[in-house]
């Protein structure tokens, strides 16, 4: 079974603060996407991280991944309300043809 | 920007109908997926196709489950006699990359078995 542990599950913070989000497995993938999801909406891609150590910015949002493609992390700098949402880490399996997705990170960022 | 969409947003039908949800992906794509998310549950895998033929599918996508690309547009999903827990939101995804990761979704179709 693969198992894709995302962390934390909920996440309450004042608008300017920083926060990292984790996502952990003992699974090896071959990509590994970042996806926001709003209730009632399909996953929205943010990110996609391919290669070992490769670490991606997408404005005030960083994105790693990580050396042996195990885990990667999404870290937000200077968080705004417009940032609260569910964040969903996803990786693409070494072998076969599918996401496996995390349980979520459901971040409130408050003014 | 190119998008994937679904239709319908929502469907509600009695145990043991036939279902069918329907998803036109991006137009360049050669890649296909349907995933559920049981409400407050994680997205799961259900099924990929490429080529015109299954390439993976999960312990979900049983018998009672099929997947088609009728004409080169649409990608359809098709219960043949839904459960209760079939209740859930169906999404479709594409990939236009190699080996099909950096999937896009579409909205999804809420289905509702009563």
């Known amino acids: 079974t693969q198992l894709l542990e995302q962390s934390p599950q909920f996440l309450s913070i004042q608008e300017g603060e920083n926060l990292t989000v984790y996502c952990n497995s003992s699974s090896v993938f071959s990509s590994l996407q970042w996806y926001r999801q709003e209730p009632g909406e399909g996953p929205v891609l943010l990110v996609t991280v391919v290669t070992g150590g490769e670490v991606k910015k997408l404005k005030r949002l960083t994105f790693q991944f990580g050396d042996a493609r195990k885990d990667s992390s999404l870290h937000i700098t200077a968080a705004q309300p417009g940032d609260t949402g569910l964040y969903l880490c996803a990786g693409f399996m070494e072998y076969g043809n599918k996401l496996v997705f995390g349980a979520g990170t459901i971040l409130r960022v408050k003014s | 920007e190119p998008e994937v969409t679904q239709t319908p947003s929502h469907q509600v039908t009695q145990m043991g109908q036939e279902v069918i949800l329907r998803c036109v992906p991006i137009s360049n794509h050669l890649y296909f997926y349907w995933y559920r998310q049981i409400l407050g549950q994680k997205v799961e895998f259900l099924v990929s196709f490429y080529n015109n033929e299954i390439s993976e599918k999960s312990e979900i996508f049983d018998d009672q489950f099929s997947v088609e690309r009728p004409d080169g547009s649409n990608f359809t999903l098709k219960i043949r006699s839904t459960k209760l827990e079939d209740s859930a939101m169906y999404f479709c995804?594409?990939?236009?990359?190699?080996?099909?990761?950096?999937?896009?979704f579409g909205p999804g179709t809420r289905l509702t078995v009563t």
């Open positions: 995804a594409s990939s236009g990359t190699g080996r099909g990761y950096e999937q896009y």
